[in-house]
């Protein structure tokens, strides 16, 4: 039987339509059923490429006795995080607070008014290793419901209480200075794991938001030390298994300290921000490898994950049928030798295995390997390589593919738009300044559409009917911000302008604390706030970055006030957590950079154009555009005439402005070091 879930859009959701349990969506009907018939909320919350979410899906939920036990003594409700990440993150906090972990799939016990009083993660359908089975758990809760209803209540009672009291109220006094920004430098030097880059230990998750805030730093102060972690981690990332080396794109992390094997779902978040990132690289070091790593990310981006209405899928599976036909972890991508030597033959068979560290052991389960690029070969012939990754990668083509989540989140798609947008420009790209374009349309048309507030996710064209949290908002404006800066078109000032005015209006609390859903947003058992980075920039600092990007190009006061008071909690995070609050501190930089205001009167895609938006200057804008009209679409053009007929450009800080030039060479050689005055 399909139950309630068959009329939703969430592809998660959508796996489960068929169980045999009687799943709610996330709604108060849900709830009202659950106080109907006085029983328990069993939440269960997961996304659609988790792997650990399809395991516990297929032991328990697919089984018809568990089924039938949580159908008689349960109201069962699916979520999924990506489409209700303000759900998530309330019961998630429950979650950490009560077991000190947390993860996904998420399973909560909730009272009818959405309580929690009992929670775990993953449950195994026999007891194993300390940990109850999943029925044992089902008829602990359900007997203590029966029997012991007043401590259940008591329970709920004391962790909303608890929940309530962690409220920020904002991240302290004023916005982040030398003094905070050079500790949280020194935290990061700390934690950076010399031998491989990155930081911390295993698992290790590419850091691409704390690159970006040392490539500013860099930028701003000419530490050499802040370049050399962000080069050597990145050369680490590129080289290793998290990499994929035949198609390109990133893993989601790595289960090592040397970046071999990864976890192999890959999701558009981080090759969006990793994209980025490598772009960023090359702009400040010229590397080849940083480069290449972009192009291919991008191209990644565009072959795999674009949707057929121009929007962006959100992840692929880690799973994938082996040649057995069983589902596995990273069947797609591994290799042992005897595959090589099937598809190259024994010389190129033996070439390729020295060249991507394929060896008779494997690196990864059952003999086979991750490819990476160990390096330890000396020079290598190039056009050979290139011939063998041809014939590796459609080899690979004819295998089962993983699984598509299809699904479109603002927030991702924004981070889409900026990297292919800057991508595209540094490189002479335009077909990935088009796509850039494309899916900033559909988030026009299709997510902002009629009701003029941005919705989360879309599927087929279709929007979805949760609302956009903070980082939808802050994300999709920064992307707006960046397409506005290479194509421009002012109209996406005007849209990022738009979407920052709710942020402004819905969003922002007392002392410049924001909060992660609008003021009139569905109430939950207490209002999410979450600060700190984690996969993707919190919704927090990806309003701040956006806002005063916006105040640069307006000179909105009211923008620049916003994003100094968000900027407050990075003040008070920085030095204590660098390493989660990365794009925070690299928003920080801007600020304290200027940001600088680059206008250039003159042809857009012209050489001081380009010579701009290749300035390394910290959250530099950059306007562009000629004739009478390019001060209506950009308020920067305003009043800033040719000299002597040649386009002419204008960098500004702090209501100073520089003199004029019509030289590249000059006005590279403005933004390229730390400011003046």
Known sequence: MANRLAQTTSPYLLQHADNPVDWWPWSPEAFEEARRRDVPVLLSVGYASCHWCHVMAHESFEDDATAAYMNEHFVSVKVDREERPDVDAVYMEAVQAATGHGGWPMTVFLTADGEPFYFGTYFPPEARHGSPSFRQVLEGVAAAWKDRRDEVAEVAGRIVADLAGRSLVHGGDGVPGES?????LLGLTREYDEQHGGFGGAPKFPPSMAVEFLL????????????????????????????????????????????????FEKMLYDNALLCRVYAHLWRAT??????????????????????????????????????????????????????????L?????????????????????????????????????????????????????????????????AAWNGLAVAALAETGAYFDRPDLVERATEAADLLVRVHLGEVARLTRTSKDGRAGDNAGVLEDYGDVAEGFLALAAVTGEGAWLEFAGFLLDIVLEQFTGEGGQ?????????????????????ATPSGWTAAAGALLSYAAYTGSEPHRTAAEGALGVVKALGPRVPRFVGWGLAVAEALLDGPREVAVA????????????????????????????????????????LVGGQPTAYVCRHFVCSAPTTDAGELAAALAGPAGG
């Open 345 to 409: 033959g024994e010389d190129d068979a033996a070439f390729a295995a020295a060249y991507y560290g394929v060896t008779e052991d494997g690196t990864f389960e059952e003999g086979a390997s991750v490819l990476r690029l160990p390096g330890e070969a000396g020079p290598v012939d190039a056009d050979r390589v290139a011939d063998v990754r041809a014939r590796l990668l459609a080899a690979r083509e004819q295998r089962p593919r993983p699984g598509r989540d299809d699904k479109v989140v």
């Open 180 to 184: 905070e920004v050079a500790q949280a």
């Open 216 to 263: 500013r730093h860099y930028a701003r102060t000419g530490s050499e030390g802040a370049l050399q972690m962000a080069a050597d981690t990145c050369a680490a990332m590129a080289r290793g298994g998290i990499y994929d080396q035949l198609g390109g794109g990133f893993a989601r992390y790595s289960v090592d300290r040397e970046w071999i094997v990864p976890h």
């Open 602 to 641: 003159g042809p857009v895609g012209g050489e001081l154009h380009r010579t701009a938006l290749l300035g390394r200057a910290p959250g530099a804008v950059v306007a562009a555009g000629e004739g009478p009209g390019a001060g209506a679409e950009f308020p920067l053009l305003v009043d800033r005439p």
């Open 514 to 534: 924001l909060y992660d859903t609008a003021h009139d947003a569905e109430q939950l058992i207490r209002r999410p706030q979450d600060p700190t980075d984690s």
């Open 286 to 343: 010229g590397s080849d490898e940083a480069r290449r790593i972009a192009l291919e990310t991008a191209d990644f981006m565009v072959r795999e994950l674009r949707t057929a209405e121009g929007g962006f899928a959100s992840a692929l599976d880690a799973d994938s049928e082996d040649a057995d036909g069983r589902h596995v972890e990273g069947a797609y991508y591994v290799w042992t030798p005897a595959q090589l030597r099937e598809v």
